[in-house]
């Protein structure tokens, strides 16, 4: 079991910068790509980025794509966010999956919350 815990959340005037971080614990020699979802309330979970094993490949999603960088160092990976939209307020999740399959372990989230 890979144990994931999320941190860097908090308030944030728009137009601002937040780094989110998630450190991935425990059987971590099971883990593949590492990314970042979010969801805001009455919405559905987004895809936000997503960083391969050896983080050489990274993919966005449409709404963040110039604005988040997504970074890896071993089993920790970072979102890097900057000029911030009150539409990006959610709680984000970092999510792991093995080699070859989809994401399927999850953090706790951390919640992100932009001011207009």
């Known amino acids: 079991q890979v144990q994931l815990v999320e941190s860097g959340g908090g308030l944030v005037q728009a137009g601002g910068s937040l780094r989110l971080s998630c450190v991935a614990s425990?059987?971590?020699?099971?883990?593949?790509?590492m990314g970042w979802f979010r969801q805001a309330p009455g919405k559905e979970r987004e895809f936000v980025a997503g960083i391969s094993y050896r983080g050489t490949s990274t993919n966005y999603g449409d709404s963040v794509k110039g604005r988040f960088t997504i970074s890896r160092v071993q089993n920790t990976v970072y979102l890097q966010m900057n000029s911030l939209k009150p539409e990006d307020a959610a709680i984000y999740y970092c999510?792991?999956?093995?080699?070859?399959?989809?994401?399927?372990?999850w953090g706790q989230g951390t919640q992100v919350t932009v001011s207009s």
């Open positions: 425990g059987r971590t020699l099971n883990v593949g790509a």
């Open positions: 999510a792991t999956a093995t080699p070859g399959n989809k994401y399927d372990n």
